[in-house]
């Protein structure tokens, strides 16, 4: 059976609601309700968070689709804690719905995926983020990582790195766990905490810091910030591959000609190229 493409920004998802508020036994403010392309949010009259993913059969694999859930066995990390879930295979098409109860956030998302200007984040901010990312990448998974739904292998680092790199060994040493999604959508403020965790996972070092820099490129002083606070990550050969690997996406074949990126993700490629060449 062929996957439907869908937008759930676009299409009906009452009965699905509906379902998730029988089996959860919670009701769904209707006011509250946030709609991404995949995924529909929405807080629940007892003070909690729901959010509910569509994912193809052939996206989920050895994951289980059960990340949020599985995330909250991490320890050391600032992020809402798990507290019921619900899935089921869709009737008609090769999908699984599944829904995730979890804790309020404890602030607003920073801002959309990419920022096109800095924010005014504390340095408690940047210390519980480091924190809670070495917190992360010190623990241990059977997970891989699936980033935009791929599953995140050897593979797929050479693939897209040497789509834009070809001449760049793309040899991975140093796989850890990460968040895999990790961008400012995903993170709140004035206190820090990370959530959708639902494509973590063992990636390459430095694919999270890897990700807040290519969504801060369009403000330089951001992008500057990031990579100072995670060099230890970004400077590694794994961090380097991961940083082309992010860059690759930006200036690849389905580059978007207007997009504000383009300039300073090639001007950082350049220089990470050369140092993987000579070092």
């Known amino acids: 059976m062929t ?17 998730v508020e029988r ?27 729901v959010r509910v993913e569509r994912r193809g059969l052939d996206r989920i694999g050895g994951q289980g ?7 909250e066995a991490l320890s050391g990390i600032a992020k809402p804690a798990w507290l019921a879930g619900v899935a089921w295979r869709d ?5 699984m719905w599944r829904a995730d109860e979890t804790e309020l956030l404890p602030g607003a998302p920073v801002g959309n995926a990419v920022l096109a200007e800095e ?42 790195v ?3 790199f070809p001449d760049v060994d793309t040899t991975v040493t140093d796989w850890c766990p990460a968040h895999a ?10 206190e820090f905490c990370m959530f959708d965790w639902e494509d973590w996972g063992m990636a390459p070092r430095g694919l999270d810091a890897a990700n807040l820099w290519g969504a801060s490129l369009v403000a330089p002083d951001l992008a500057d910030r990031v ?20 860059a690759a996406k930006v200036l690849g074949p389905y580059a978007d000609p207007d997009d504000p990126r383009l300039e300073a993700a090639r001007d950082t490629a350049e220089r990470v190229v050369k140092a993987l060449q000579t070092g």
């Open 162 to 164: 040497h789509s834009v």
């Open 91 to 95: 009737e008609t098409d090769p999908v």
């Open 119 to 160: 924010p005014q984040l504390s340095g408690e901010w940047w210390a519980s983020m480091n924190a809670s990312l070495d917190a992360l990448a010190a623990q241990h998974t059977n997970r891989i990582a699936t980033p935009d739904t791929e599953t995140l292998t050897q593979e797929l680092v050479a693939g897209t």
């Open 23 to 49: 089996s959860l036994g919670a009701r769904l403010m209707c006011e509250t309700v946030v709609r991404k392309r995949r995924s529909v949010g929405a807080r629940t009259d007892r003070g909690t968070w």
């Open 65 to 71: 689709g059960d990340g949020i859930a599985s995330a």
């Open 181 to 190: 999604d990790f961008n400012w959508a995903n993170v709140t403020a004035p």
């Open 227 to 246: 990579r100072i606070e995670r060099r230890g990550d970004l400077e590694s050969r794994d961090g380097k591959l991961m940083t082309l690997f992010v």
């Open 3 to 19: 996957l439907r493409s869908v937008d759930l920004r676009k299409e009906s998802v009452e009965s699905v609601l509906d379902r």
